[in-house]
Every structure is written in structure tokens, then in C-alpha cells.
């Protein structure tokens, strides 16, 4: 923050310093010489460009602003004072332009670590303590009281738990745990109360290493390079053999300012961030958030996109898939007595089934009596009508389905599911399944990366492999990688980033780390404020999945067009150091040359903020004919 308000004082100090002084040379007044004021103005950007430059030849970089630098003390040791006014005037508007640009990259992690489990309630004989989660031992018993998260991972010691393990695994719907199972930190407790034994400390627990695992791979991204800076070891020594020549042959040490002045690399200063800006702006006006133009330039070089599965490339809810209903009744009425009883419930099915009540427009009674059995169901009383909503072993105990349930039980036999059962007065009325579906634009969104260059495409996803299978044909996907934890998702996105720039796109905190490690990390963040939102490059802020081949889309524009304006750029400038060379252009020509040059390379620039699609389909037509 402290670099980027020093840069826009350089700038506001050399404008007033132009200004001041043209005012006083064409007043005539002499007080202070005119040329002292611009001197004065260009020598803190000198001062601080040098020291930027001595920081960056340290570490082993060398940038184009190398020539600016040159450029600059040669016109004020050459009393050339207004051409290095200009020059400083440029130079300090682009690293603007750049700060505005590149924006805040970095995130804190703090949305991740202020999730983590805090307390733990250890067991000591009949009695329960309350303690830090840090001071948890390995094999002490644990009570996890419901809605809780687990503090640390441990074995489950009771008959059974019901797990909300979205934060870890990424799946949606609750899975049932027995005596003996393993349990993961970080997951919570979305049914009764239960003891486990601690298999871990809290710093070596599943969540803690998730967090680690985010901070590594953050700090391990490269800096951003400026595209500018890669043509500096060609230009710079080709600009001062140009000036030396044109200063030897014609005796003229101003002959060789006016070379280095109408080199002046402004093109490639302006030229990048001004087009990145665009592009930033028009994602943004799209529904995606660039962390910066290092985040748009990156993307735009993807050849490689791996995908989370469930609330990516799937809705990642519990959406309802089938209904099954006895003879006799009808499945709107059974839904809208289901979803009655529901509203009395906090289940992580509630929600949903009296959303899709209501998207119905189903008219919902209150219900009473109302008894919720965590992790089985409800029973209670809806227009005089006792119903009882939940797992089978709630509604039917131990009887067997009827007959026209049969065909539903054998359909939905291995399908990762949730079946809700409903009876009314103590008859089974109704099977209700819910289960993830596809995104209804996950196929066209994958055909469009196909179209744009993307040459391999995986799914990463904690579900097995027989689910994970079934999307992966659906969609023609490269590759599929199940049964996939945090850990291997990492290990995953590490193996196709050493082969190829890699997108990762997700969604849950369990994605985080893979987000962090890929080239660009890419977040559905429709949802809220999550951690693979703050570890992502790239945010989509709406609830679809068209935006993500948007932003490849807009970030390969985008980049062609500032490469495009950087070359034009160059030309010009290499024509007019042929020009300045010979004679035909002083150093105070040359600069305003130079700002004419910029003026062009800007404007190019700026196409950035169009869409660019009438350019494409213009394109198209012309590759037609």
C-alpha cells in the first residue's frame, strides 16, 4: 500500500511540475527558472525508479524501465529538462495504471482459520470438561454434542453418528458413521450427541493440515512478471547501440536523447495494464472477479482444466430426483405434507424440500405436535393427518416395503442417494429420493473450453468411483480421480500443473488447497464467503458454470489485444528511433511522438473493455469464405 501511494505521488508531483513550470515560461516570469521546476519534478521519479531498479538487478531481474531510467538522466544531464518532465510523466502513469491493474492479489486466510474448531468437551469419568481443542490427547474421549464440529480426528466409540462432512469431503448430503469408523476434523455433528476417541492432536487433525496446505501453496506462487519485461534484454542494448551509433556518426550527443526519448518503452509499460484493466472490468461486468491482471494473464494460457464434482460440476444440493407414491394418492399432495411437517425441522433436507414445495406452488400448512428423531426424521400432525417423514427404519421399523415400493428400492439400489420415506397415519404414503444432479450447463461449458484450446479436462471428487464415473461419461471428461481427498486433490493439480498450465475450479473449503497450488485457481463463489473463494484467483460470482470458459475466453482476448498493442507500440517506436537517428526528430519532438504513439497504443488497449464477440463472429465469417 505504501508503494503503490508513493507511485501516485510521483505522478501527481510530476503533472504539477509540468504545469508550474509551462506557466511560468509562458508568463515570463523568472523567479524560478522553468527548467529548474521541471528538473525538479523529474528527479523523484529518477531517484525512485533507480532504486527499483537496483532492487530488481539484485535478485536477478532486468525491466524495460531500465530504458526510462536512461532516457531521463541523459535529457537532464543534456539540460533537455522538458523531455524528461514527459518522460517522467509517463513512466509514473503507467506503474499507476499497473497498481490499478494488478489490485490485491494475495487473501489472509482468515475466513479459513476462523472455522476452526476451537473447543473440544473431554470426558473425565461420569463428568465433562471443557477444554482448548489444542489441549486434546491422543486417546482421550471426545463428546461432540450436535451441531458441533469435530475438534479433532478420532474414532467413533458409539453404535453411530450422522456427519456433515461438506468442508472436508465436498459432498452435500450427510453420511452415517459406526463404531470403529474414522472421523475427520472439521466435519460436523448433524445428529445427536456421540463420543469418539482422539486419533490426533488438533495440529496434526484433518483440518489443520487443509489450512497448512492452503498457506503453502500460496506462498509458493511465482510473482507477477510484467509482459513488458520480457523484451528488455532484446531492447535495451539494441536502444543504446542505436543511440551510440547515431551519436558517433553525427558528432550530436542530442541526436543520441532524441533515440533513447522516442524508445521510451511506454507502449510496453501502458500497454499491458491498460488492456488487463479492460479485461478485469469487462469479467467483472460478467460475473467474475480477476484478483488482478497476474490472475487474467495467467488464465489466459490454461491448456489444462480439472474440475471438483459435486456444487461444480454438479448443483451440490439435495435435489429431488423421483417420487414414488402409494395407490390412491397423489405425489403433489404427499410433497406438500412432507414439506409441511419440514418446516419444523433443521435437517439439511428441509430447506431444500420446502423450497421445491414452494417453486411449486404448493400451499403449506403448519404443522403441530412435531417430534424430530436427529438424523431419522419428524413426526407430528398436518391438517389433522399424522405423518411421519424420514429414514425407513423410522417410518416402517421392521416391515417390509409394499409391492409398488419394490421397483424404486431395486432403481436406487447403488445410487448415492437419500431416500425420504412418508406415511400417513401409520401407512407408508410415499418414497421420496434426493440426490446431486448435473449442472445444465456443465456440458456446454465443457464443449466451449474444448473450443477454445483446453486440451485435457479431469474431475477431482471425494464420491466413489461409480458416481464419479457416471458425470465423467455424461460429460466426455479426459480423466476422473475419486475417492479424492484434500491431500490427493493437492497431489493431482501438482502432477498436471508440472505437465501443462492447469485451471482448478471448486467450490468447498476441502477444494481450497488445490485452488491455491493450480496455475489459476478458479471458485464458485455464489454461495458466500468461503475459503476457496479467498485461496482462488478467480471468483464466479454467480450460480452457474457458463462463466468459467467466460473468463478463459475474455482472459485470452485480453491478452492478445495487450500483446497486439505492445508490438504496434514497438514498430512505431522503432521507426521513429530510425528517425531520430538521422536527425529528423529532437528530443522534445520525440516526446510528444512518443505520447502520440501512446495515445494509439492506448486506444488499442481499451478494446479490452468489449465484449468482442461481433470481432469473433466477424472473424468467423471471414475463415468461412
Not at 515560461?25 to 531517484?47: C, E, K, Q
Not at 394418492?329 to 405434507?337: F, T
Not at 488445490?514 to 464467503?529: F, I, K, N, Q, S
Amino acid at each position: 500500500m505504501k508503494e503503490s501511494l508513493l507511485r501516485r505521488a510521483l505522478l501527481i508531483i510530476a503533472i504539477l511540475g509540468l504545469a508550474v513550470g509551462l506557466g511560468v515560461w509562458r508568463s515570463g516570469i523568472d523567479f524560478v527558472p522553468h527548467d529548474a521546476i521541471w528538473t525538479a519534478a523529474t528527479l523523484p521519479v529518477v531517484v525512485t525508479l533507480a532504486i527499483s531498479i537496483a532492487r530488481d538487478f539484485w535478485i536477478g531481474r532486468i525491466g524495460v524501465d531500465a530504458i526510462a531510467l536512461v532516457s531521463m538522466s541523459a535529457a537532464l544531464l543534456l539540460g533537455q529538462s522538458l523531455a524528461a518532465i514527459v518522460i517522467a510523466i509517463m513512466y509514473a502513469g503507467g506503474t499507476v495504471l499497473e497498481d490499478l491493474a494488478r489490485g490485491r492479489a494475495e487473501r489472509n486466510l482468515k475466513a479459513l482459520t476462523d472455522r476452526a474448531p476451537r473447543v473440544a468437551h473431554r470426558k473425565c469419568g461420569d463428568a465433562t470438561e471443557t477444554i482448548s481443542a489444542d489441549q486434546v490427547a491422543v486417546g482421550d474421549e471426545i463428546l461432540v454434542r450436535a451441531g458441533e464440529l469435530l475438534p479433532v480426528d478420532g474414532i467413533l466409540i458409539d453404535a453411530s453418528a450422522l456427519l456433515d462432512e461438506a468442508t472436508v469431503t465436498g459432498e452435500p448430503l450427510p453420511e452415517r458413521r459406526s463404531a470403529g469408523d474414522a472421523l475427520r476434523s472439521g466435519t460436523v455433528n448433524a445428529g445427536e450427541a456421540f463420543v469418539m476417541r482422539a486419533s490426533a492432536v488438533a495440529d496434526k487433525s484433518t483440518y489443520a493440515a487443509i489450512v497448512r496446505m492452503v498457506a503453502a501453496a500460496q506462498t509458493a506462487k511465482a510473482p507477477f512478471i510484467r509482459v513488458a519485461d520480457r523484451f528488455a534484454l532484446l531492447l535495451l542494448p539494441v536502444t543504446l547501440a542505436v543511440a551510440g551509433i547515431a551519436w558517433r556518426l553525427s558528432g550530436d550527443p542530442i541526436r543520441a536523447l532524441a533515440v533513447l526519448v522516442v524508445a521510451t518503452p511506454c507502449p510496453l509499460i501502458l500497454a499491458a495494464p491498460v488492456a488487463f484493466i479492460g479485461g478485469v472490468s469487462r469479467a467483472a461486468r460478467a460475473g467474475i472477479l480477476m484478483k488482478g491482471s497476474a490472475a487474467l494473464e495467467a488464465l489466459a494460457q490454461i491448456r489444462t482444466a480439472i474440475f471438483d464434482k459435486t456444487g461444480t460440476l454438479t448443483l451440490g444440493g439435495a435435489e429431488l430426483i423421483d417420487i414414488e407414491v402409494a395407490p390412491g394418492h397423489e405425489a403433489g399432495e404427499a410433497l406438500r405434507l412432507l414439506a409441511s411437517l419440514e418446516q419444523a425441522s433443521h435437517h439439511v433436507l428441509a430447506d431444500s424440500i420446502v423450497r421445491i414445495a414452494r417453486h411449486r406452488n404448493l400451499v403449506l400448512s403448519h404443522p403441530h405436535d412435531v417430534r424430530e428423531y436427529r438424523g431419522e426424521g419428524l413426526k407430528g400432525e398436518v391438517d389433522r393427518v399424522s405423518v411421519a417423514a424420514g429414514s425407513r427404519s423410522l417410518v416402517l421399523g421392521d416391515r417390509p416395503l409394499p409391492h409398488w415400493a419394490e421397483g424404486g428400492e431395486e432403481r436406487h439400489r447403488n445410487a448415492q442417494v437419500l431416500r425420504v420415506f412418508l406415511a400417513f397415519d401409520g401407512r407408508l404414503a410415499g418414497i421420496f429420493t434426493f440426490g446431486d444432479q448435473i449442472r445444465q450447463d456443465a456440458r456446454d461449458t465443457v464443449g466451449a473450453l474444448r473450443s477454445a484450446g483446453v486440451c485435457r479436462i479431469l474431475m477431482l471428487t471425494g464420491d466413489d468411483g461409480a458416481a464419479a464415473k457416471r458425470v465423467s461419461d455424461l460429460l466426455d471428461l479426459d480423466a476422473v480421480i475419486a475417492d479424492a481427498i484434500p491431500a490427493a486433490k493437492l497431489e493431482a493439480v501438482k502432477a498436471e500443473k508440472a505437465t501443462a498450465p492447469t485451471m482448478m475450479v471448486g467450490d468447498g473449503i476441502n477444494d481450497a488447497p488445490a485452488l491455491a497450488a493450480a496455475t489459476v485457481g478458479v471458485a464458485m463463489g455464489a454461495r458466500g464467503g468461503t475459503a476457496s473463494s479467498e485461496a482462488a484467483d478467480v471468483v464466479v460470482l454467480t450460480d452457474r458454470l457458463k462463466p468459467v470458459a467466460e473468463a478463459l475466453r475474455i482472459a485470452r482476448r485480453t491478452r492478445g489485444i495487450a500483446l497486439q498493442s505492445i508490438i504496434v507500440g514497438l514498430t512505431l517506436s522503432g521507426a521513429a528511433m530510425v528517425l531520430a537517428a538521422v536527425g529528423h526528430v529532437t528530443p522534445v519532438a520525440g516526446a510528444l511522438l512518443q505520447e502520440g504513439i501512446d495515445v494509439a497504443v492506448i486506444l488499442n488497449a481499451l478494446r479490452a473493455l468489449g465484449d468482442g464477440r461481433l470481432e469473433h463472429n466477424r472473424d468467423r465469417r471471414i475463415e468461412r469464405s
